[in-house]
């Protein structure tokens, strides 16, 4: 097998921790697989949330990988110039200092790791040999120091989007809300799609979205879906570890896991759950509804309009991956949830991959679109539009009624889950990598 290398461009790789490594992370370890060696830049001090170390144990012993330092403050102090709606005359203070900052750090706060990174990308092109660029998003100045690199050295350009720059401009918490920060934002992604020979999205519906986008800018990259997914050593590390919340079996556990934010919000599930209580109050004092990982101030304020009934509740921050697998494994139900907000047809959240190999029956409160269709092909029942809340209310009715259906569901079926471990899209993204590469590629 002829050996090439790729430069991995990822700001967020481990020993950081959450969802987002996952894809980069899992890259690293199986594009060798398929003769495609892997470096990294990364950041030396990422200012993130989330440190998980027990990641770093995943990654292939000969992994090349480059720091470089950011400029960013750390995480605590970013938080801290975040004040709640309202508030005293410093909370207000502090969000028109960081809705400036926002405005001037375009595309993202990350753009402050862009002179280091860029410096140390180059030189470590000039010392090695490479094949091509990867660049993974968000964050989306991971995409423009791909860009810069590209054009600087020549390289095949491949831009993976594990969100659609578009849609986390407008979601995203931090993102401005300035009338110029679109125009900017628009400008760089076409810069970034000029400088590319192929386009990775995880939806087919995203795929074409951005490929629409760079026929708009003038070219036509190559355009390929590529889902996230599962692996297999994952699930079954799982063996042996506690859930983040001891299980309660005299309960029916519902776990949610991932951030919760305005393209997640868990408001369609707590409205439903009031109506129940409002209705039926005993059932819902057989429900423990536990939701794992980071929560915006909304998303909190929505959490907490379930004090005053009998579902039990627990709301654990950040744990390792693998606790939070064996929490997801100890759920009778898992949740599933994205906003009905315009693009959220075009999202399949990467935990939708880990729920289907983990194989326990679903609750999906998510638009019509490719979310839907895909945990429709694999539990029919188990889909919900955020709209319906009756028909959330009768879904929890059947699960927690004993004289309904006393919670009995069906799982997704294992070959199903099969299409979508991490060392199949592995291979499909060394596919992209190959032709890119290829001596008659355009």
């Known amino acids: 097998m002829i050996r090439r290398r790729v430069l991995l461009v990822s700001y967020h790789f481990p020993p950081v921790g959450g969802a987002g490594v996952q894809r980069p992370a899992k890259l690293a370890k199986y594009l060798p697989r398929f003769g495609w060696d892997v470096s990294v830049l990364q950041a030396a001090n990422p200012s993130v949330p989330l440190l998980d170390p027990s990641l770093l144990e995943d990654l292939p012993d000969d992994l090349v990988i480059v720091k470089a330092r950011t400029l960013e403050p750390g995480y605590a102090a970013k938080s801290a110039t975040a004040g709640p709606p309202g508030g005293s005359s410093s909370s207000r203070l502090k969000r028109i200092v960081r809705s400036l900052a926002t405005m001037a750090l375009q595309p993202d706060a990350q753009v402050l790791w862009l002179p280091a990174a860029r410096r140390a990308g180059l030189d470590l092109l000039a010392r090695q040999p490479h094949d091509a660029i990867l660049a993974t998003a968000p964050t989306y100045t991971n995409l423009v120091l791909g860009g810069m690199l590209a054009r600087r050295t020549g390289l095949p350009l491949v831009l993976d989007y594990r969100d659609e720059w578009d849609i986390s401009s407008a979601y ?193 409160v998510t638009p019509a679109g490719e979310t839907a269709d895909l945990v429709r092909a694999a539990q029919p029942d188990a889909w919900r539009s955020p709209r319906d809340i009756p028909g959330i209310v009768a879904w929890f009715r059947t699960r927690l009624d004993p004289n309904i259906g006393g919670g009995s569901t069906t799982g997704t079926p294992p070959d199903y889950a099969a299409r979508f471990t991490r060392h199949a899209l592995a291979g499909e993204m060394a596919g992209v990598l190959d032709t890119v590469t290829r001596k008659d590629a355009p």
Request: hydrophobic share 50%; proline share 8%; net charge positive.
């Open 172 to 364: 995203w918490e931090n993102a401005p809300r300035d009338p110029i920060s679109p125009r900017v934002q628009q400008w760089m992604q076409r810069r970034v799609l000029r400088a590319s020979r192929a386009i990775v999205a995880t939806t087919a519906a995203s795929t074409a979205r951005i490929a629409a986008r760079a026929a708009d800018a003038g070219v036509f990259p190559l355009a390929r879906c590529i889902y996230n997914g599962w692996d297999p050593s994952d699930i079954q590390q799982v063996d042996g570890v506690a859930p983040a919340v001891p299980r309660d079996p005299t309960r029916h556990r519902i776990v949610y896991a991932g951030t919760l934010w305005a393209l997640t919000s868990i408001a369609p599930v707590v409205e439903a759950l009031l109506a129940l209580a409002r209705e039926t109050p005993r059932l819902v004092e057989r429900l423990e509804l536990v939701v794992l990982g980071r929560k915006t101030p909304e998303q909190e304020q929505e959490l907490a309009r379930l004090a005053g009934t009998a579902v039990t509740l627990h709301t654990p921050a950040y744990v390792p991956h693998a606790v939070a697998l064996a929490t997801m494994r100890s759920a009778d139900t898992l949740l599933l949830l994205l906003s009905d907000v315009p693009g959220a047809e075009r999202v399949a959240p990467a935990k939708l991959f880990e729920y289907l190999a983990l194989g326990q029956p679903m609750l999906a």
